[in-house]
């Protein structure tokens, strides 16, 4: 295993795109002045996409009858989601607020354009994290927030991974954009949901259902990967119990993520060089054909970050990271101010797409979006969903 990644038994989820190219060392450090900048170019007047998933509990069970114990032990050999450039179409998107309206319906999802409600505030309140009401104490250094999401986009699955965020709401999930929409097909995720701990095909805490994903509208409408996060109302969690006859299974529900889990905080407009823990279930193989690891298992690297730009990706203002992860790692957190003991910090990035530096067909860099007030807006009118208890 490379000495970039650390042997928690547990994977960084970070997102590698076979199309990933070969690109010149960083050059970067922390400065408040590069912070400003990055806000400057970030406008704080985001639109949001929202797109209802399950509008009800018969939407939920069905997403979760899905997910059989079968097609999820299944699952673990499909593909990984990988970041896709959205073909170039020679328009620009505006990031003016609109008024809330319908912009387009897809069987029961339906996108609405909202409003950024909260545009006066012109600062972030940071988002403290929250420690479990259910989940024993354990000497087990894994974040129990972070896990794997599994969904379909068109007829074929696909898995990220993602960790569990502290809110109003107590069942949101923050990972990729891309692990929630592909931007170059411009199709939505599909029979979503997000498993906590996930370890070697177990479900430790339950499966949660996704209700509503939440993007930037600047990533749904140009595949703008300055803006590739989404974060991900979930339904209660369940577990499947045998049930009474032969070879069948019930659903248990086990409560709100966040009772079972806790919760990552958030920061955002944080600058650049700071310390952090990324995570994730990487999978998918290198350049050369090398495939280290089998997204079976958490792990982790850290590191300080550096500003970088991509611009095949529209990416201005991004944050790389020293790091071997592969596919499968997509949308796994990056934390700050992580304490291990407790398994929680303060959610400042997520895994995007990585990079080889120096061109030797190995990823050795991951990147995430910077996040700023436009992704705290994000996040803010996603703790404002609810939904239906299973």
Avoid at 216 to 223: A, I, M, Q, S, V
Wanted: aromatic share 12%; glycine share 10%; with cysteine.
């Amino acid at each position: 295993m490379s000495p970039r990644v650390r042997r928690l038994t547990t994977t960084l989820g970070a997102l590698v795109a076979a199309g990933v190219f070969a690109m010149s060392a960083f050059a970067g450090g922390a400065s408040a002045a590069g912070a400003r900048d990055a806000d400057a170019w970030s406008s704080t007047a985001s639109s949001i996409t929202s797109i209802t998933l399950t509008k009800n509990a018969a939407d939920m069970k069905q997403v979760a009858e899905y997910w059989s114990p079968a097609r999820l032990k299944r699952a673990q050999d499909n593909n990984p989601a990988t970041p896709e450039v959205k073909p170039s179409d020679g328009s620009t998107a505006s990031s003016a607020p609109v008024s809330p309206k319908p912009t387009a319906t897809t069987g029961d999802a339906t996108a609405t354009t909202a409003a950024s409600y909260s545009t006066a505030r012109r600062t972030s309140p940071v988002v403290k994290p929250t420690l479990p009401t259910k989940k024993q104490a354990s000497a087990d250094p894994r974040p129990g927030t972070v896990g794997k999401v599994f969904f379909k986009i068109g007829d074929k699955e696909y898995w990220c991974s993602a960790s569990a965020v502290a809110s109003r709401n107590h069942n949101l999930v923050a990972t990729a954009g891309h692990c929630a929409y592909d931007a170059k097909q411009g199709k939505r995720a599909e029979y979503w949901i997000f498993i906590p701990g996930y370890n070697q095909g177990k479900t430790p805490y339950g499966i949660y259902v996704g209700h509503s994903l939440n993007l930037h509208e600047n990533f749904t409408g140009r595949g703008d990967y300055d803006y590739d996060y989404a974060f991900v109302t979930v339904h209660d969690g369940f577990v499947w119990k045998p049930g009474k006859a032969p070879n069948t299974y019930e659903m248990e529900s086990v409560g709100s993520l966040e009772d079972n889990v806790g919760g990552q905080g958030l920061m955002v407009s944080r600058g650049f060089g700071l310390s952090v823990f990324a995570f994730g279930y990487p999978a998918a193989p290198h350049i050369d054909g090398s495939r280290p690891y089998d997204g079976q298992k958490m792990l982790w690297c850290d590191g300080r970050t550096y500003r970088t730009k991509a611009p095949t990706r529209l990416v201005e203002a991004g944050v790389s990271l020293g790091c071997t992860f592969t596919g499968g790692a997509s949308g796994g957190p990056w934390l700050i101010n992580y304490d291990p003991q407790h398994g929680l910090g303060y959610l400042n990035g997520v895994n995007s797409f990585a990079w080889d530096t120096d061109t030797d067909k190995k990823y050795d860099r991951i990147s995430s979006p910077y996040f700023t007030q436009s992704t705290y807006l994000v996040y803010e009118y996603a703790e404002r969903q609810r939904a239906t208890s299973p």
